[in-house]
C-alpha cells in the first residue's frame, strides 16, 4: 500500500444520533472513492463497517471501525462510531485520534439527543468539523427546518454551503452555494440554478461569504468596497473559518439515494485540516515528567498511541494505533513507554472494516492496526526509549449500571476469570469485580443493553454462556444494645468428651467500624492456646447473622471470662462454644440490618429537574444540594443502594437521554423498619 505525507491525510471521525444514517454514509464514500465495487446495507448486513455479528444482528454499530479511503490523492482515514449512547467508549476513542468530524442529521427526525451530546464533546476538543443533513429521500424530511433546529440548538455559526433540490421523493441533487450551480443525480449532471431558487440561494450564499470572510481583513475591506470576491478566495475563506472554528459548514444529501457523496468527500478534502495544519499536540516526556509541545513530523522520534484494543480468539489481541511522529516499522522494537519495557512489533495492518491491508510502515498522522503485542493495552504509548513520550489517556465515562454474572455451568465459570479480563481490555468502559459480601461476580458498564451485547460477545468469542442478574445488596446486621452472653459446649461421648466454656460482651460501635475482637481473660479462666479457636469462631460466625444470614458489622466482641477441662477441653469445643455464644449475644443485642447508602451527582438539564426531584423522592433518597451551570443543573443526593439499581435506565427515560450521573459508596445506615421485615421474610423463605 503507498504511504502518504501528512497533508496528505484527513483523519475523520463520522458522529451522529443512532439512527441517522453513519454507516450508510461510510459506506457511501468507500463505494465513491472506488475502495468498494458494491454499496453495502445495514439492512442487508452487507455493510463494511458493521461487520461484527451482534451489529448486524441488531443493525447497528457496536464497536468503532476504521474505513480509510482515498480522494483526490489524499488518504481519508474515516472513523465510524456507534450512535448508541451506551458504547461512548467508542465514540471518545475515535474523537481522540482525530482531526476533525463529520456530524450527521437527520433531515427528518432532525437535531436529536445524541446530536446534541456529540456536539458537546467536539466542542470541548474545539475540533473543526462539517454537519451533513442526511435521509432527504425520507418521508417527513425538510432540511430548512433542520438547518432551523441546528442554529437554534448548536449555533448560529452552523452554516450551508449547499441546499437541496427537492425533498423526500423528489429530493434530485444539490445546489453549491459557492459555484452556484445545481448538480442533480448520482452522475451529479451540472446545470443552473432554478430561477425560482435563485433568490433563496443569493440570500445563503451571502450569509455564507460573510462569515467566512471574517478571518480575512483583506477580504473584508474588499467586500465592503463591494468588489468581487472570487470562488478561490470563497473556498480558502471556508477553509480559513472552519478550521479555526469561526464556521461550521452544512452540507446536504442521501448517503442511501448515493446524492451528495462526492461533494462531501470534497468538503473533507478542501476544508479540514491535515495533521499537519492542525499544529502541535502535547505529551509528557516520562524521563524529565515535562510537558513537551510536539508537532506532528516522519523524522522525529517515535510516538505512537494505541487507542483501542480488540480481542479476537482465533487472531489474537488486535492494536489500533495512530502514529502521531516518527515512523512505525513492521517487524521491528518499539518502546512501550507507559509500562517501560520494549514491544515487539509484527505485520502491520491497514484496516478497512474487518479487512486487514499487510503495510510495511505507518508514517506520521496515519492510523493502522498491529496483532498480538505482549505488554500493550489500550491506552499505552508506544515510542522512543531516548526519548520517551506518553499520551494522556482518553477520559472515559465510569460505569454506572451493574450485573451479577451468573456462569452457566461448571466449564462456563472456569474459563469466566480468564475471559472477563479479557473483555475489560477491550472495552476499558466494564468493569468487573467480586463482592466479598454476598460473593456475586459483578460486572459494570453504561446501560443495559452494553452489559447484554458483552454477555453475548462472550458466548460468540469465547464460548462461555452467563446469565445477568441484578446484584445482591450487600446488607449487613449489628446490634443496637450491649449484651452479655455465655455459652457451655459439653457433650460426653465415650473417651475424650469436649468441653468449652466462653462468657462474650457485645457493644455496637459506629457505623463504618468493622468488626472488632477484644481478650479481657482475668486469671486463666481460659488458657491462651484456645484463645485463636475463639477468635475464629466469632470470625465464621460473625458471617452469617441471626437476622437474615448477612455479615455482622459495627460491634466489638469481648471475651472476658470461661472455664475449660482439663482433659476434654479443644480447640473444636471453644470454637464451637465462641460461634453459639456470639449467635446468642446477637440476638438479645435488638440486631437491625443496614445498608449501603451511596452518593450521587446527577447532571440534568434545568427543565427536567422537578422530575428528578419527584424521581428521587420515590427512592428514599436525600437531596444535598443544587448547583446550576450551563443550563443544566447538578444535583446532589444521597440514597440506599437498593432503590438505586435501576437508575441508569430511570434516569435515561425522564431525561430523554440528557441526563448522566456519578455514584460512590457513603456509608450504612439502618434499614426502616417496614423494609427491613421484608428482607427478612424473603431470606427466610429462601431457606426454607
Known sequence: MRHYELNQIR????LSHSGAGKTSLAEAMLFACGAVNRLGSVDDGTATSDYDPEEIKRKMS??????????????????????????????????????????????????????????????????????????????????FRTVEQIQSKLGAKCLPIQLPLGSQKNFQGIMDLVTMRSYTGVNLQESDIPLALQDQAKSSREKLVEAAIETDDELIAKYLEGAEITTDEIYNAIKRATTMGKVIPILVGSALGNIGIAFLLDAIHNYLPSPEEEGSFTAVNTSTNENEEIKPDAKAPLATLVFKTSADPYVGKLSYLRVYCGVLQSNSQVW????GGMERIGQ??????????????????????????????TGDTLGNREHPLAFAPVELPQPILSMAVYPKSKADLDKMSTVLPKLCEE?????????????????????????????????????????????????????????????????????????????????????GSGFEFVKKIVGGAVPKNYIPAIEKGINEAKQAGVLAKYPVADLRATLHDGSYHPVDSSDIAFKIAAAQALKKG?????????????????????????DIIGDLNTKRARVLGMTPQNGSNIIQAQAPLAEMLHYATDLRSITQGRGTYSMEFDHYEEVPAHISQKIIAEAQAEKD
Open 427 to 511: 472495552d476499558p468502559t466494564i468493569q468487573t469485580h467480586r463482592e466479598a459480601d454476598t460473593n456475586e461476580v459483578i460486572i459494570s458498564g453504561i446501560g443495559e443493553t452494553h452489559l447484554e451485547v458483552t454477555a453475548e460477545k462472550m458466548l460468540r468469542k469465547f464460548s462461555v454462556e452467563v446469565k445477568l442478574e441484578l446484584p445482591k445488596i450487600p446488607y449487613k446486621e449489628t446490634i443496637t444494645v450491649p449484651t452479655k452472653a455465655e455459652y457451655k459446649h459439653k457433650k460426653q461421648t465415650g473417651g475424650h468428651g469436649q468441653y468449652g466454656h466462653v462468657f462474650l460482651g457485645l457493644e455496637p460501635l459506629p457505623r
Open 336 to 339: 512501550n513507554v507507559t509500562k
Open 348 to 377: 502491520l495492518f491497514t484496516l478497512r472494516g474487518k479487512n486487514q491491508e499487510p503495510t510495511t510502515q505507518l508514517t506520521a498522522g496515519d492510523i493502522g492496526v498491529v496483532t498480538k503485542l505482549a505488554l500493550t493495552a
Open 586 to 610: 446477637l440476638a438479645q443485642a435488638q440486631p437491625i440490618l443496614i445498608e449501603p447508602v451511596m452518593n450521587f451527582i446527577i447532571t440534568v438539564p434545568e427543565s427536567f429537574t422537578g
Open 11 to 14: 483523519n475523520v471521525v463520522l
Open 62 to 143: 457496536i464497536n468503532l471501525s476504521l474505513v480509510p479511503c482515498q480522494w483526490r490523492d489524499t488518504k481519508l482515514n474515516f472513523i465510524d462510531t456507534p450512535g448508541y449512547p451506551d458504547f461512548v467508549g467508542e465514540v471518545k476513542a475515535g474523537l481522540q485520534v482525530s482531526e476533525s468530524a463529520v456530524i450527521m442529521v437527520c433531515a427528518a427526525s432532525g437535531v436529536e439527543v445524541g446530536t446534541e451530546q456529540v456536539w458537546d464533546y467536539t466542542d470541548g476538543m474545539n475540533l473543526p468539523r462539517l454537519i451533513f443533513i442526511n435521509k432527504m429521500e425520507r418521508e417527513n424530511a425538510d432540511f
